[in-house]
């Protein structure tokens, strides 16, 4: 199993910035992919952003330009910067990794935008 534990969350005002960080343990071979997804009371989890082990990242729309996502697969270890924040981005963010095609996640740091 892996362990996912995520730090950096908290509240922050509009056009703000704020950086999450996520460290793995555990079993930890095989991991291919690293990221975020994020969750809202009463809607299902969404993607924000991942990036493989190859380099190749994909981003949610409306994070294009404001968020980035990096991933070091020797430490596993994934950071999700995040700029020019919105009130619509208050949400409980995830840390994802995908291993030997199974998906895991963290307990979630919750980021809160204030208006």
């Known amino acids: 199993q892996v362990q996912l534990v995520e730090s950096g969350g908290g509240l922050v005002q509009a056009g703000g910035s704020l950086t999450l960080s996520c460290q793995v343990s555990?079993?930890?071979?095989?991991?291919?992919?690293l990221g975020w997804y994020r969750q809202t009371p009463g809607k299902p989890r969404d993607l924000v952003a991942t990036?493989?082990?190859?380099?190749?990242?994909n981003y949610a729309d409306s994070v294009k330009g404001r968020f980035s996502v990096a991933g070091d697969f020797v430490k596993k270890r994934t950071i999700l910067e995040m700029n020019s924040l919105k009130p619509e981005d208050t949400a409980l963010y995830y840390c994802?990794?995908?291993?030997?095609?199974?998906?895991?996640w963290g307990q979630g740091t919750q980021v809160t935008v204030s208006s």
């Open positions: 990036i493989s082990q190859g380099g190749s990242s």
């Open positions: 994802y990794v995908r291993r030997r095609g199974l998906d895991a």
């Open positions: 555990g079993s930890i071979d095989g991991i291919n992919r």
